[in-house]
C-alpha cells in the first residue's frame, strides 16, 4: 500500500465550479499537509500548507485536514479556465507525494 | 530572491555517459529532495538530505548518487548504470515548519 494515494480524476469541470481534490494517507506520523499546482513542463508550485486538523482557507482555496481520518481535501471555488493543472498533495518528512490530479476547467 | 535554481534546464546524455544535474537553493533550508517525474505520472523520490553531509535513499535510488558537501547545494549525478534516465527531474528544499519549494526542473534525454 502507497503512503498517499490521491484521487487519480482526471477531472473535467466547466468554469465557476467548486473542485473538490482529495488524498488519504497512511502514515500517522505525517506532521505537515501540502498542495502544490503543477503545469505542463513546470516546477510545481506550493499553494497550501498547514499542520493541523481543520480549514485553512486562502482566496479561492481551501485546504482542510482530518487527521483522525487520514483524509485532506483541496477545495477551488469558483474555478477558472487558469486552474488548468496537475494538483499534487504531499506530506512532511520525505515530502512523500501523491500521484497527482490533472484538472481541466473549460470555459 | 530567495529560491532555488536548476541548472541546466535541458541535457542530453550519451549511453555510458554520467552527467550531473545542479541544485542550489538560498532558502537556508536543512533538506533538499531529488526526484524523478516521468510523463503522466506523479513524483518519485531518488535521494533526500535532511543535513549536510547526510543522505539517504528514495524509492528510486539506483542507478544515482548525490553528495551534500554545503548547505545550499545537493547535485545529483544520474550514472551509466540508469538504465531509463530521459525523464523530468525536480529538486526540492524544505524546511521544518512546513513549505517545501521546488525549482523549475531538468529534462534530461538520452541521444
Known amino acids: 500500500q502507497k503512503e498517499v494515494e490521491q484521487d487519480p480524476g482526471p477531472l473535467s469541470v466547466p468554469e465557476g465550479a467548486i473542485v473538490s481534490l482529495n488524498c488519504t494517507y497512511s502514515n500517522s506520523a505525517f506532521q505537515y499537509f501540502m498542495w502544490y499546482r503543477q503545469y505542463s513542463r513546470k516546477g510545481p508550485e506550493l499553494l497550501m500548507y498547514?499542520?493541523?486538523?481543520g480549514n485553512k482557507e486562502d482566496g479561492r482555496f481551501t485546504a482542510q485536514v482530518d487527521k483522525s481520518s487520514k483524509y485532506i481535501s483541496l477545495f477551488i471555488r469558483d474555478s477558472q479556465p487558469s486552474d488548468s493543472a496537475t494538483y499534487l498533495c504531499?506530506?512532511?518528512?520525505?515530502?512523500?507525494f501523491g500521484q497527482g490530479t490533472i484538472l481541466t476547467v473549460h470555459p | 530572491d530567495g529560491g532555488i535554481t536548476q541548472s541546466p534546464k535541458y541535457l542530453f546524455r550519451k549511453e555510458g555517459q554520467n552527467v550531473t544535474l545542479s541544485c542550489e537553493q538560498n532558502?537556508?533550508?536543512?533538506?533538499m529532495y531529488w526526484y524523478r517525474q516521468d510523463p503522466g505520472q506523479g513524483l518519485r523520490l531518488i535521494y533526500y538530505s535532511q543535513i549536510v553531509n547526510d543522505f539517504q535513499k528514495g524509492d528510486i535510488a539506483e542507478g544515482y548518487s548525490v553528495s551534500r558537501e554545503k548547505k545550499e547545494s545537493f547535485p545529483l549525478t544520474v550514472t551509466s548504470a540508469q538504465k531509463n534516465p530521459t525523464a523530468f527531474y525536480l529538486c526540492a528544499s524544505s524546511n521544518w515548519t512546513g513549505g517545501s519549494f521546488f525549482g523549475q526542473g531538468t529534462r534530461l534525454t538520452v541521444v
Open positions: 532558502l537556508n533550508h536543512d533538506a
Open positions: 504531499a506530506m512532511s518528512g520525505k515530502l512523500t
Open positions: 498547514t499542520y493541523s486538523s
